[in-house]
């Protein structure tokens, strides 16, 4: 079984930044892929961004291309996302996932442990 555990978040201005982690925990982290995925209020999730075992295949959602980096650091059995340019309409729930799929993995039933959320809050 995996634990995931979440922090970072926050309220934040437009045009700023912010970094999320995701710590796990219970499972080698080095075999999992780590995806992150959002709830707008009032809307269904999406996803965000995913990053493999090994870190060589990162994917993101094109709203977030080019402003959000995801990463891993294994030796912390940590992933990050860090945002940068936040605007308004990135205000969300932030959740971390893990599987231990080797494919790219986009799509929440693909994803077999999830993270508790944390609030993304962007102000205009």
């Known amino acids: 079984q995996v634990q995931l555990v979440q922090s970072g978040g926050g309220l934040v201005q437009a045009g700023g930044s912010l970094r999320l982690s995701c710590a796990a925990s219970?499972?080698?982290?080095?075999?999992?892929?780590v995806g992150w995925f959002r709830q707008p209020p009032g809307k269904e999730r999406e996803f965000v961004a995913t990053?493999?075992?090994?870190?060589?295949?990162?994917y993101y959602a094109e709203s977030v291309k080019d402003r959000f980096t995801i990463s891993r650091e294994d030796a912390k059995n940590t992933a990050y996302l860090q945002m940068d340019s936040l605007k308004p309409e990135d205000t969300a729930l932030y959740y971390c996932?893990?599987?231990?799929?080797?494919?790219?993995?986009?799509?929440?039933?693909?994803?077999?442990?999830w993270g508790q959320g944390t609030q993304v809050t962007v102000s205009s």
């Open positions: 219970g499972s080698p982290f080095s075999t999992l892929a």
């Open positions: 996932a893990a599987t231990r799929l080797t494919r790219r993995v986009q799509y929440e039933y693909e994803y077999e442990y």
């Open positions: 990053i493999n075992w090994n870190g060589n295949n990162i």
